[in-house]
């Protein structure tokens, strides 16, 4: 079951900016899992969008080490469309 629901996926990010401008320190692995808990996600939902978030920063890395600026700014800005979420291309 691929992760498809781009609201979830929003509200989940919306969530994380929220707490996080709430506290100094940086947001921990139970911080997050608590906000997933909070929107419902389950456990296999979150694992496929970490996957997404991680593919989605190699694509960004991969643009940078080759000089292209416009795309790697693309990759970091944007989240990853559903259906790149099992696409983990370097």
Request: aromatic share 6%; with cysteine; hydrophobic share 40%.
């Amino acid at each position: 079951m691929a992760f498809d629901d781009d609201q979830i996926l929003q509200d989940y990010i919306a969530r994380l900016l929220t707490m996080q401008d709430q506290r100094e320190e940086w947001l921990d692995e139970a911080d997050l899992q608590q906000a997933a808990k909070d929107l419902g996600l389950t456990d296999e939902e979150l694992a496929q969008m970490e996957a997404a978030v991680q593919a989605h920063r190699q694509r960004g890395t991969h643009y940078l080490e080759h000089d292209c600026w416009d795309e790697a700014i693309d990759e970091f800005r944007h989240r990853p469309p559903p259906a790149l979420a099992d696409d983990v291309s370097q």
